[in-house]
């Protein structure tokens, strides 16, 4: 079946440092993929989405590009910052399956100033 | 616009009973779905409900239901509970049963089974 592998954490920076979470996924069709993250007491929030091969998701200067051709969806930012520190998850969606996500472990992210 | 509720926040029950979650969605918004969350499992689909009716379901025994009512509030009921069902319960609502549109949760339930 469908699954999404994504790094184990935690991730610790200083603020500023490059941030890269590894995620690859496994599919039999043509998902979509998504970026959510997770702060402390809170629920998931939608950080970005691709829905195509080569799609480029951005938002908050983070970034993931889809690619098809290994699989994976990795999320990126040049200079993190403390407001940062949270969980990541990466997921994925098939067109067929509703709202029926599916979700890597998690990453836990923490930044110090 | 208020965002999606879940209540109760804290749950503990014990072994052997049942427990009911509520989930009242985005106004507007037609379709929920639950998510259990467990420090082990990760996040794992559990059901989507679109205009009460459950259009997908996870791998999950019976032991977990829900319905959804005519103003689009679902709950989910989980019976004869086990500690493993310990675990935060997100829901999240979305307008059109897609993940076109955004999805969006809840902060969820968190369930202690002693």
């Known amino acids: 079946g469908d699954s999404v592998t994504q790094m184990e954490g935690p991730v610790t920076l200083s603020e500023e440092a490059f941030l890269t979470i590894n995620c690859t996924y496994t599919?039999?069709?043509?998902?979509?993929l998504f970026w959510y993250v997770q702060y402390p007491g809170e629920g998931l929030q939608l950080l970005l989405k691709a829905t195509k091969a080569d799609d480029k998701g951005s938002n908050k200067g983070f970034e993931a590009t889809y690619r098809k051709e290994t699989t994976s969806f990795h999320l990126e930012k040049g200079s993190v910052q403390v407001s940062d520190s949270a969980v990541y998850f990466c997921?994925?969606?098939?067109?067929?399956?509703?709202?029926?996500?599916?979700f890597g472990k998690g990453t836990t992210l923490s930044v110090s100033s | 616009k208020a965002g999606v509720t879940q209540t109760p926040r804290y749950l503990i029950k014990t072994r052997g009973q049942q427990v009911t979650l509520s989930c009242s969605p985005i106004?507007?918004?037609?379709?929920v779905s639950w998510y259990q969350q467990t420090p082990g499992q990760g996040l794992q689909f559990l059901f989507e409900?679109?205009?009460?009716?459950?259009?997908n379901k996870g791998n999950f025994p019976g032991r977990f239901s829900g319905r959804q009512f005519s103003n689009s509030r679902s709950e989910m009921n989980v019976s004869t509970l086990e500690l493993g069902d310990s675990a935060l319960y997100l829901c999240?609502?979305?307008?059109?049963?897609?993940?076109?549109?955004?999805?969006?949760f809840g902060s969820g339930t968190q369930l202690s089974v002693l």
């Open positions: 409900y679109f205009s009460e009716t459950q259009r």
């Open positions: 999240a609502s979305s307008w059109d049963g897609t993940t076109n549109e955004k999805l969006f």
């Open positions: 599919a039999t069709g043509y998902p979509s």
């Open positions: 106004s507007g918004h037609r379709s």
């Open positions: 997921a994925l969606n098939e067109r067929q399956a509703g709202t029926a996500l599916i």
